[in-house]
């Protein structure tokens, strides 16, 4: 079944900057459109950012555009998204996610297990 | 405040069946397909319903979707304690060329 793992999360001071990866396996990554959404505890799923399977195209949140950078390197398997400068309201367990299809407006459809971010002084 | 409306909470017994609607109130997801989460906290999310009413393999047929105009509902029916779970909709918004989510509905199996 298709494995995508999560790593990069930690404690980060405000204002600071993080790259999170996602580790892809068992399906062919390079066909897929990827995505990552991240959950405050207790609150909603909330939209980050996506990348088409070319990586040609992205897209963000308003809430992160400016600051946060998405890519993906095909010939590694690997989904980055560099964070910076980092805000208290982005802690959150940010998840990796697999499109139904190459385009991003296809629908989640794996989620990773989730790596989480803190921001704090 | 999620731009798709769903009811914090809906409960049932066994065997019930149970729906979970998904407004979009007047928003611009217009004709997008809306598609169904299910997390249990800890866990990865699972995708249990795309495209508005299509069931991926491995999901129960208990589990169905449909999408009337605006709104959209999932039906579980013959309610298990697995089902106990946070469930969310989820649809691309062209206004905001982002996917948007619900605010969540918590399914207490009672």
């Known amino acids: 079944e298709v494995e995508l793992l999560e790593s990069g999360g930690t404690l980060v001071q405000p204002g600071g900057s993080l790259r999170l990866s996602c580790a892809a396996s068992k399906f062919p990554f390079s066909n897929y459109a990827l995505s990552w959404v991240r959950q405050v505890p207790g609150r909603a799923l909330e939209w980050v950012s996506s990348v088409t399977a070319s990586g040609r195209t992205t897209q963000y949140a308003a809430s992160v555009k400016g600051r946060f950078t998405v890519s993906r390197d095909n010939s590694k398997d690997t989904m980055y998204l560099q964070m910076n400068p980092l805000r208290t309201d982005d802690t959150a367990v940010y998840y990796c996610?697999?499109?139904?299809?190459?385009?991003?407006?296809?629908?989640?459809?794996?989620w990773g297990q989730g790596t989480l971010v803190t921001v704090s002084p | 405040q999620s731009v798709l409306t769903q009811p914090p909470s809906a409960s049932g017994t066994p065997g019930q069946r149970v729906t979970i609607s998904c407004s979009d109130g007047?928003?611009?997801?217009?004709?997008?397909?809306v598609h169904w989460y299910q997390h249990i906290p800890g866990t990865a999310p699972k995708l249990v319903i795309y495209t508005n009413d299509q069931r991926p393999s491995g999901v129960p047929d208990r589990f169905s979707g449909s999408r009337p105009g605006g709104s959209a509902s999932l039906a579980i029916s013959g309610l298990q304690s697995e089902d106990e779970a946070d469930y969310y909709c989820?649809?691309?918004?062209?206004?905001?060329?982002?996917?948007?989510f619900g605010g969540g509905t918590k399914l207490t199996v009672l």
């Open positions: 996610v697999k499109h139904l299809y190459s385009g991003t407006y296809s629908g989640f459809h794996y």
């Open positions: 007047g928003s611009s997801i217009g004709s997008s397909s």
């Open positions: 989820a649809a691309w918004d062209d206004s905001l060329n982002g996917w948007v």
